[in-house]
Nanobody
Framework: QVQLVESGGGLVQAGGSLRLSCAASGNIVKINAMGWYRQAPGKTRELVANIITNGGRTNYADSVKGRFTISRDNAEVYLQMNSLKPEDTAVYYC????????????WGQGTQVTVSS
């Protein structure tokens, strides 16, 4: 089994910074993609940023471009969030797509990020 464990959420004032971390453990055969999603109250879960490991391409939601940076180190993925805004308030979920012949998505438990105005 694979487990994703997140850390780094919290309460911060607008304009501040937070760094989220996610570590994967277990039977990790191949990591195809790593990323972060978020879900605000009453809204659907949305992609914040991800890394496609084959080639290293990164993708960002338009709303976070220039403020957030995703990075990885082996089976850990990070999200550096700068210039945070109240609209960034959400539960942030780590996601990894793993496997070779059969690819499957795994999710972390979620970490709350609250940005006060």
């Amino acid at each position: 089994q694979v487990q994703l464990v997140e850390s780094g959420g919290g309460l911060v004032q607008a304009g501040g910074s937070l760094r989220l971390s996610c570590a994967a453990s277990g039977n990790i055969v191949k990591i195809n993609a790593m990323g972060w999603y978020r879900q605000a109250p009453g809204k659907t879960r949305e992609l914040v940023a991800n890394i496609i490991t084959n080639g290293g391409r990164t993708n960002y939601a338009d709303s976070v471009k220039g403020r957030f940076t995703i990075s990885r180190d082996n089976a850990e993925v990070y999200l550096q969030m700068n210039s945070l805004k109240p609209e960034d308030t959400a539960v942030y979920y780590c996601n990894m797509n793993l496997g070779v012949a059969i690819k499957r998505d795994y999710w972390g438990q979620g970490t709350q990020v609250t940005v006060s105005s």
